[in-house]
């Protein structure tokens, strides 16, 4: 069984970045691909970001091309989405998921 819990997120000014929301598996057995959603004001929360494996590699919404990476560290298996240009319209509560395991969530706030 793997618990996931995430971290970081906070409030930036637009245009800005910030300590990315990261999320680490404790108790896990091998690496799991995981991907990031985020879930606006209103809104349906939705896929931003995601790994595949066997090659890895990382996959992003066009929203977020170009501002958002996916960072993993598998020795710590933990796993960041690093975002840069931020704009107002990010500010959402971000979510990672492994397999059915959701996290439970990071605020992200961009003020204008």
């Known amino acids: 069984q793997v618990q996931l819990v995430e971290f970081g997120g906070g409030l930036v000014q637009t245009g800005g970045s910030l300590k990315p929301p990261c999320a680490a598996s404790v108790i896990n057995s091998g690496i799991i691909p995981m991907a990031w959603y985020r879930q606006r004001s209103g809104r349906q929360r939705e896929l931003v970001a995601n790994e595949t494996v066997l090659p890895y590699s990382t996959n992003y919404e066009d929203a977020v091309k170009g501002r958002f990476t996916i960072s993993r560290d598998n020795i710590k298996n933990t796993v960041c989405l690093q975002m840069n240009s931020l704009k107002p319209g990010d500010t959402a509560v971000y979510y990672c998921?492994?397999?059915?395991?959701w996290g439970r969530g990071t605020q992200v706030t961009v003020s204008s």
């Open positions: 998921i492994t397999g059915t395991l």
